[in-house]
Structures are given as C-alpha cells and as structure tokens.
C-alpha cells in the first residue's frame, strides 16, 4: 500500500508579516492568500524490518534509522519529517512505527512560497490518511505550526500552514494564544480568471534564509521601533483594502495597493529587498505593470506583479533579461488532499 498527498503553496497577496509574534499578538494580524497550483507531496510506504527511511529525491538524500519512538533532532534537512514523526507518536500512536516516507516540492526551498510549512502540513496529511488521526483543518494546520516553531525552534508567522490546510481564497486573522480565524473567500470565476491573467508570478532564481529576515521584524517590534511597527500596521490594512477590491471586482486597484506596499515592506526588517529585487521591480514597472510584492519574507525567491490588460506579456519579456524565469500557476480552491492506493 502507498499512502499519499499533496498541499499546495500560496502567495500571500497583502498583510504578510503580520501573522508573526510578536505583533499578532499585541496588535492582532490580518492576511490575505491565495493558494495555487503548485504542490508539496508526501507518500508513505509502511515496512515490516522495523525501519524508518525518509527521501529526498530532488537531492538524492536518503536518511535510515531503527524505528524508535523518538529521532534525534540533528540540525540537518530530514529534522522536518523527524519533527512531525516525533509528534505523531508522542500524541497519537505511542509506539514506533516503520516506513519509508518521500517528500517532493515542485518550487525550491526558501523560495517565499511557504514551502517548509506547506511540506509539514503535506507530511502530516499523509500519516493522517494511513493513521485514521483524528485532525481537521485547523486541528492540522495548528499542529503543523507547533511543530516547526515550538518542537524545531524555526522563525515563521502561522499564515503557511492554514493557507495549506484550507485552501482557496482566505482572509485570516491571528491573535494572542495562537488563535487563528480563517474566513473563506467566495470570488466569482470570472474575478479569478481575470487576477489569474494579470499577476504575473517570476522567480529570481535566488533563495533566502527567511528565518534570519523574520527575526530582525521580530526584535523591530519587541523594541517597539515605530517605524517599523507602522509599516506593519500599513501592510495589515492593506489586506482589507486588496480583499475589498477583489470582492468588488476592482482589480486594477490591486496593482496600486501592492505598489504602495513595496514601500512599507521594506520598512519592516532590513534585508527585505536587495539591489536584484529593487532591479527586478523597476523592470516590471517600466514594462506595465502597476504594482508589485516579494512573496514571503523577502530577500529571494518569487515576486508578483500585477499588470493590467495585456501588459503581461510585455512584462515577461522584460523580466526574462534578469536572470530568472516566469512561472506558470493557476489559482487553486482546494488545500491539503490525502488519497491511498493498494
């Protein structure tokens, strides 16, 4: 038998940033994404030699222990999939378990995309079919989070592994205690089509550590540095400006706000924007579009555009000079799916 799933990554269209203690927790944080049509993919396949195999064939990575109730946390890239095994026994299942688990991301690592998170929920999706565990939707996407960022101590906000869970158009709200609202979206084909057509989605071929970037907004706020913490609260009510304009059908306005948020975003942390992203976006403004963000914490990986009409195409053409390469994507309604085959 192999047990199997997929969770797709997001772009987070405004309000990012705010999702991270701890300013959600003074303030509260409001987000708005979007997931697409790109995916983490976890398969298990149970053994009977009392053995725990995890794989990464993207980088020809294999690592092999006993099965034990507990893997040691080593610093290395199998800690995710250790972490999550850890937790599920501890939680759930109370004794080893044996089988080979692989794990596949069709964007690379530190793109901006909410890859990490995105693969925990995908993980934990996957011993959820083959375990019968009892998680639903946020149940999942809670415990996805206090596994990266309570059991492996990684920096990150809470938007990725909701975002992964749910699926489709939402708007969240995260406050103190880790309580998390997400509020589905109903957006018209046709307004999805359209945002589909206009946003233009480029990966500079570059990665970032986001958890460097994140801890530097994390200590702005602990400081209490105005500037920074009024560049959030712009950010946040970006997000009900952007949702607005979605739901009204106003999507030229879109590139304007996100245009009007490249400002702020670098206010938040040093490191957000580098001399390529500042390239990067000058381009695709000369080119046509209105408006665009970095996705993720920034310093590498993806950036969106918004450009109106047809200036897609021109924008593409533009971009293709700087190195790195647009993405095809479509948006997506569906979150975390889990299936086994015999």
Known sequence: MIIRS?????????????????????????????????????????????????????????????????????????????????RVVKDFIKKPLSFTLTCALEVPFGSGLGTSSTLAVAILGVYTEWLALPLGEYDLAYLAYLIERT?????????????????????????????????????????INELSNNMLLYYTNTGRNS???????????????????????????????????????????????????????????DGISTPLFEDIYKTAIDAGALGGKISGAGGGGYVFFYCPANTRFGVAKALEKLGGKVQPYSFTKKGLETWHIK
């Open 6 to 86: 997929k969770a797709p990554f997001r772009l987070g269209l405004a309000g990012g940033g705010t999702d991270v203690s701890p300013y959600s927790d003074i303030y509260g944080g409001c987000i708005l994404n979007a997931t697409i049509s790109l995916y983490a993919y976890a398969n298990i396949e149970p053994r009977d030699d009392n053995k725990i195999v995890f794989r990464i064939p993207q980088t020809n990575e294999e690592y092999c222990f006993d099965s034990v109730e507990q893997l040691p946390i080593l610093n290395d890239k199998a800690d995710l999939m250790k972490g999550i095994y850890n």
């Open 211 to 269: 958890g460097d970037i994140i801890e530097k907004q994390q200590q702005n706020v602990k400081n209490e540095k105005a500037k920074s913490i009024e560049a959030m609260h712009q950010i946040k009510n970006q997000s009900y400006e952007i949702k607005e304009a979605i739901l009204k059908g106003n999507l030229d306005e879109i590139g304007h706000i996100l245009h009007r948020g490249w400002i702020f975003k670098k206010e938040m942390a």
């Open 151 to 191: 059991d492996l101590k990684q920096a990150g906000g809470k938007q990725d592994q909701y975002a992964a869970a749910f699926g489709g158009f939402n708007f969240m709200e995260f406050y103190a205690d880790d309580r998390v609202i997400v509020n589905p979206l109903r957006i018209r084909n046709e307004t």
